[in-house]
């Protein structure tokens, strides 16, 4: 189950840095060499979803969990917007249903 979370983990990273990256550019008037690693990163997202063992419909689903989680770090880690009690609620509701996918998927 470590190994699962760890890999939705770095799957998540990589696609939220892949959309950021182009955020920047067009919204932050970044400069437009910010797409050459945002093109690698959703490169790397793309591949690191081939790795998972399970079904790919289940997959997304149980890996909507922990990015919704991911999603609230990055948002306080980059952005310096601190999560709020119910966005930490809503991360462990996120991960238990998680849980309940990948477990279940093992049986």
């Given at each position: 189950m470590l190994k699962t979370l760890l890999l939705f983990t770095a799957t998540a990273l990589a696609e939220i840095t892949?959309?950021?990256?182009?955020?920047?550019?067009?919204r932050q008037n970044g400069s437009p060499w910010l797409l050459l690693p945002a093109i690698l990163?959703?490169?790397?997202?793309?591949?690191?979803?081939?790795?998972?063992?399970?079904?790919?419909g289940r997959?997304?689903?149980?890996?909507?969990?922990?990015?919704i989680g991911t999603a609230l770090l990055w948002l306080w880690?980059?952005?310096?917007?601190k999560p709020q009690l119910t966005d930490w609620i809503g991360i462990g509701l996120c991960l238990s249903g998680m849980a309940v996918i990948m477990i279940g998927a093992r049986h």
């Open positions: 892949g959309c950021y990256l182009p955020y920047l550019w067009l990163s959703l490169t790397v997202f793309v591949w690191l979803l081939t790795l998972h063992p399970t079904a790919s997959v997304y689903a149980a890996y909507g969990g922990v990015y880690a980059v952005e310096g917007i």
